[in-house]
């Protein structure tokens, strides 16, 4: 079993950035994929990005390409999301989660743990 606890989340306004951390419970975090969802009110939860366990290959959503900023510290067993230029459209809860697939995670079925999510609130 591996606990996922994410925070860095709150209010900012539009153009300001955040930085989202999640840290694992399991031993083995360096041998998970990683990824961070996003669910708004009323909407699926969505992709936002992903890293392999060794930290390169990164995938983004369109929405977060250019903006966001993933990336792991597998001696901390942490992941982090560095959230920049943030907009109205990016509030949402957002959820860290990990997978033992090492290549096509962009799927919410793709991964087998998820943490309780922080609340990203952006204002115009």
């Known amino acids: 079993q591996v606990q996922l606890v994410e925070s860095g989340g709150g209010s900012v306004q539009s153009g300001g950035s955040l930085k989202l951390s999640c840290a694992a419970s399991?031993?083995?975090?360096?041998?998970?994929?990683m990824g961070w969802f996003r669910q708004a009110p009323a909407r699926e939860r969505e992709f936002v990005a992903a890293?392999?366990?060794?930290?390169?290959?990164?995938s983004y959503a369109d929405s977060a390409k250019g903006r966001f900023t993933i990336s792991r510290d597998n001696t901390k067993k942490t992941v982090y999301l560095q959230m920049d230029s943030l907009k109205p459209e990016d509030t949402a809860v957002y959820y860290c989660a990990a997978s033992v697939r090492a290549t096509m995670v962009l799927r919410r079925s793709d991964y087998d743990w998820w943490g309780q999510g922080t609340q990203v609130t952006v204002s115009s």
């Open positions: 890293i392999p366990w060794g930290g390169g290959d990164t």
């Open positions: 399991t031993q083995t975090f360096n041998t998970y994929t």
